[in-house]
C-alpha cells in the first residue's frame, strides 16, 4: 500500500485481477473478482465522462448523489468517483422520497442515480435545481448522519480523511490480501469505510450481506460459518441476530470483533467469548463526523462486568477533551466529549444553524459530539448518553438510554427503547417498548425492576410489550422518532 484508497484497489486490479474482492453467499451470489470490479469501474466513469462532457457539469465541486443500494455496480461507482476526484453523496434506500430530494437539494447535486434492474439509471437534475454550497475542496464522498433528531445532516469527507482511515484501519488490523471481513452495514453508513473500502485497499475479501437478509439470524450465522470472516463489526443489532443464532454460528476464525454505534446489553456481550471464541473483542467509540476516535480492547471477562465499556485509548493521531461548559475535566467528573481526528469531516455541508459543533481549540479543529462522558478515578472514559436523549420529567433530567440500559439488562428482555411523549398532567411521561427474547416478562416485573434502580421520576409510565423487533432507521439504531409518532 503506497497510493491513495483508490489507486491501491486499481493496483491490486492490475497484480492480482482474479482475486476474489466482493465475495457473495457461496451456492447463491456470483464472486466479484478485483479484475471485474475495476473493469466496471472504468466503464462506468467512461460514461461519467461522457454525461458531463462539453461543460454539462458536474461543476464547482457540485457531487453526484447515488441512492446506496450494496450492488457492485453501486460500489464500482464509488470507486469510478474516487479514481476521478469526483465527490459522490451516498444515500441510504430506506430515505423516503421527500427527505432523500432535501438531501440531494442541500448537497447541490447535479445528478441523481438509482438502481434499476442491477444497472445504474442517472436522473440529470435540472438547471437551477442545485441550491446547496460547493462542497469542500478536495471532497470524495458525502455521507449522511443517521437523522434519530431530524433531517440527516451533510457530512463531507475529503481525499485526505479517506486515505488516513483506510491505512489506519489496515494497520489496526492487520488486513492483507488473505483478510476476509464481513460487510452488515448499508453502503451508505460510515462503518463501510472499513468493512469495504479499508478491506479492499489493502487487498483484502469483502463478504457482502445481503441488504434484504441483513435481519435474518440464520442467514447471517450461514455466512459467518461457511465464509470465516476474520473481522466482524457491526451495531448491536448485528450481535443481538447473531446472539439468537446461537450454536449455529460457529465465528471460530474471527480474529477480531468490533461492537460499534450504540451501547452493546451486558447479556448479549456475555456470549460474544462463546461465539467468538478466538477473537480479540474490540469496544469501538465514533461519529460519522469524525469516524473512529477510541478503541478498548476487551476479554470475555470484563464483557460480562459493568453496564457500559469504556471508550478507550484514542487512536493514532486523534485528541479528546471532556467539557462540563467550557471547563475541562482532567479528573473524576463528566461532562460532553470533544475530539479531534485525522479522519473527520471539515463541516456540515448546508447546515450553518449547526457550525457551532466545530469549533477551533489548541490550533486545532474539533467536534462536539454531542455525548455525555464520564471520566472515573480510574481515568477511564465512560458513555453516559447523548445530550439530545436527555429530558425533562417533573422537572428532573432524566437519560432515557440509562433507562434503556436497566431494562435491557434484564434477560429476558432482547431490546428496550424509551422515549418521552406529552402528558396532560406531568407534562412529559416516559414510555418504554420492550421486546422479549421468547420468555415472557410482565409490566409489573419491568416496573419493580426499574424502581430498584432509578429515581422515581425516571421509571417509564408505560410499558409496551412488542411482539416483533422495534423499527430501525438507516443505520440499524432504533428510531425513537417512528415509536413517538406511532403513540400521539
Not at 486499481?10 to 447463491?28: D, I, Y
Not at 412529559?428 to 417498548?433: P, R, S, T, Y
Request: proline share 7%; glycine share 10%; net charge neutral.
Amino acid at each position: 500500500m503506497s497510493g491513495t484508497l483508490a489507486s491501491d484497489i486499481l493496483a491490486t486490479a492490475r497484480l492480482r485481477p482474479a482475486a476474489v474482492a466482493l465475495a457473495g453467499m457461496p451456492g447463491e451470489d456470483a464472486d466479484v473478482s478485483y479484475g471485474e470490479l475495476a473493469a466496471l469501474a472504468e466503464r462506468t466513469g467512461r460514461t461519467l465522462d461522457a454525461m458531463f462532457a462539453g461543460g454539462r457539469g458536474p461543476c464547482g465541486h457540485r457531487p453526484l448523489a447515488l441512492v446506496a443500494a450494496k450492488t457492485p455496480a453501486s460500489i464500482a461507482l464509488i470507486l469510478a468517483c474516487l479514481s476521478a476526484g469526483r465527490p459522490l453523496l451516498l444515500l441510504s434506500p430506506d430515505l423516503g422520497e421527500d427527505t432523500t430530494a432535501t438531501l440531494v437539494r442541500r448537497a447541490g447535486a447535479q445528478a441523481l442515480a438509482t438502481m434499476d434492474g442491477g444497472r445504474l439509471a442517472w436522473t440529470t437534475l435540472p438547471d437551477g435545481a442545485e441550491s446547496g454550497p460547493a462542497v469542500p475542496e478536495g471532497t470524495r464522498l458525502v455521507l449522511t448522519t443517521s437523522g434519530s433528531t431530524g433531517v440527516p445532516k451533510l457530512v463531507p469527507l475529503t481525499a485526505g480523511a479517506l486515505d488516513a482511515f483506510t491505512a489506519w484501519a489496515g494497520e489496526f488490523l492487520g488486513l492483507d490480501t488473505e483478510s476476509r471481513v464481513l460487510n452488515h452495514a448499508p453502503l451508505n453508513f460510515d462503518l463501510c469505510l472499513l468493512d469495504i473500502w479499508a478491506t479492499l485497499r489493502h487487498g483484502g475479501r469483502v463478504l457482502l450481506v445481503d441488504p434484504a437478509r441483513a435481519a435474518e439470524p440464520a442467514y447471517l450465522a450461514r455466512w459467518v460459518r461457511l465464509g470465516r470472516p476474520h473481522v466482524v463489526q457491526g451495531v448491536p443489532l448485528l450481535f443481538r441476530l447473531l446472539a439468537e443464532a446461537g450454536a449455529r454460528l460457529r465465528g471460530d476464525a474471527v480474529r477480531h470483533v468490533l461492537l460499534t454505534g450504540d451501547h452493546v446489553p451486558r447479556q448479549i456481550r456475555r456470549q460474544l467469548p462463546e461465539l467468538f471464541p478466538h477473537a480479540r473483542l474490540h469496544n469501538v467509540y465514533g461519529c460519522t463526523e469524525t469516524n473512529d476516535s477510541m478503541v478498548h480492547g476487551f476479554d470475555g471477562a470484563e464483557a460480562a462486568d459493568g453496564e457500559v465499556l469504556p471508550l478507550g485509548e484514542p487512536v493514532r493521531g486523534t485528541r479528546i477533551a471532556v467539557l462540563d461548559g467550557e471547563h475541562e475535566v482532567t479528573g473524576p467528573g463528566s461532562g460532553e466529549l470533544l475530539v479531534s481526528t485525522p479522519f473527520q469531516t471539515p463541516g456540515y455541508l448546508a447546515e450553518p444553524a449547526a457550525s457551532d459543533r466545530f469549533r477551533e481549540r489548541e490550533g486545532r479543529i474539533w467536534y462536539r459530539t454531542g455525548d455525555l462522558v464520564e471520566r472515573g478515578a480510574d481515568g477511564r472514559i465512560r458513555l453516559v448518553g447523548r445530550t439530545d436523549f436527555q429530558v425533562k420529567v417533573r422537572g428532573v433530567r432524566v437519560n432515557v438510554e440509562e433507562v434503556e440500559r436497566v431494562l435491557t439488562d434484564r434477560p429476558e428482555v432482547a431490546e428496550a427503547a424509551v422515549v418521552a411523549l406529552p402528558d396532560p398532567d406531568a407534562g412529559v411521561a416516559l414510555h418504554a417498548f420492550v421486546r422479549t427474547s421468547g420468555a415472557e416478562v410482565t409490566g409489573l416485573q419491568l416496573r419493580t425492576l426499574c424502581a430498584a434502580r432509578l429515581n422515581r421520576v425516571a421509571i417509564p409510565s408505560r410499558f409496551h410489550l412488542m411482539a416483533g423487533p422495534l423499527p430501525v432507521g438507516p443505520t440499524g439504531k432504533v428510531d425513537r422518532r417512528h415509536l413517538q409518532e406511532h403513540m400521539t
